[in-house]
């Protein structure tokens, strides 16, 4: 199908285009970029670096996409990104392209990396080297710093902060204004400047179609993982692991804190 560019779009010739792309006034396309299928570029939207987006993206005005890393130790080696399918990037959002040092717990370098179907809010941003899987919706204003990785179905409340190197698993949820300096279990509800597991992400685990015996089957591996004193959380996790051998939901949570990275896990705040 026949793309529609406004002819105040300026795009290197090296670009590659797929089909029944709109590309709209005032673009900035530079680079070694590719777009995929369906993309639609709203007014004021660069791209540049090396980038990859798949098909059936949206970017709303003066979002950037895939600028050099802010990073001291960035020295201009080769730096990429790449976007999936179906996402939507919203005013003002910045992605930044990967750096040497990488994401050590999906063990990738160079590389920044966003998968389907995300939302990114007014102002988010997602800095070098993350991870951003499927169906993630970051809220207005919400940052995730260097080498953060985020699972899939989390929801990053409006002006949060995620520090560099944090995992977020799957099914969680970042309350608004929280700030996340350490890993956060899979199903969790977060909250706080200095953020605590404050529960189950109850809502969000009910529309990802969570029934009620799944749901309660988790919150009693956080009772029994926060609640118990009798054994350490090594011991925990491997009795979790052999009591849940066909438990796929008590798999993530055990292999999620089994492959821990260089932060300690967020708990809940003491009594």
């Known amino acids: 199908m026949v793309n529609n560019i406004h002819k105040s779009a300026i795009i290197d010739d090296n670009v590659v285009i797929g089909e029944n792309v709109t590309i709209g006034p005032y673009c900035y396309i530079t680079g070694?970029?590719?777009?995929?299928?369906?993309?639609?570029l709203k007014s004021h939207v660069v791209i540049s670096g090396n980038t990859k987006i798949a098909n059936n993206n949206v970017f709303h005005s003066f979002s950037n996409i895939g600028d050099a890393p802010q990073d001291l130790k960035f020295s201009g080696e080769d730096?990429?990104?790449?976007?999936?399918?179906?996402n939507v990037f919203r005013e003002n959002v910045t992605i930044h392209s990967g750096t040497a040092v990488g994401n050590k717990y999906h063990n990738i370098h160079n590389l920044t990396k966003i998968g389907d179907e995300c939302l990114f809010m007014v102002g988010s941003h997602v800095a070098h080297d993350c991870v951003v899987e499927n169906k993630v919706i970051m809220a207005n204003n919400a940052t995730l710093a260097g080498h953060v990785s985020v699972g899939h179905n989390v929801i990053i409340g409006g002006l949060s902060a995620v520090l560099q190197f944090v995992r977020i698993g799957d099914f969680a949820i970042i309350g608004g204004m929280s700030g996340i300096d350490n890993d956060?279990?899979?199903?969790?509800?977060?909250t706080g400047d200095r953020a605590?597991?404050?529960?189950?992400?109850?809502?969000?685990?009910?529309?990802?179609?969570?029934d009620k015996n799944r749901i309660s089957t988790i919150k009693s591996a956080y009772n029994f993982l926060f609640e118990d004193s009798s054994y350490n959380l090594k011991e925990k996790v491997n009795m979790l692991k052999e009591q849940n051998a066909d438990n796929e939901s008590i798999k993530l949570l055990v292999d999620f804190i089994s492959n821990s990275g260089q932060k300690a896990l967020l708990k809940p705040r003491s009594k």
């Open 79 to 86: 730096s990429y990104l790449e976007i999936g399918s179906s």
């Open 32 to 40: 070694n970029v590719e777009i995929g299928n369906n993309n639609i």
């Open 196 to 210: 605590f597991i404050a529960g189950l992400n109850l809502i969000g685990l009910k529309r990802n179609g969570f």
């Open 184 to 190: 956060v279990l899979p199903y969790a509800l977060v």
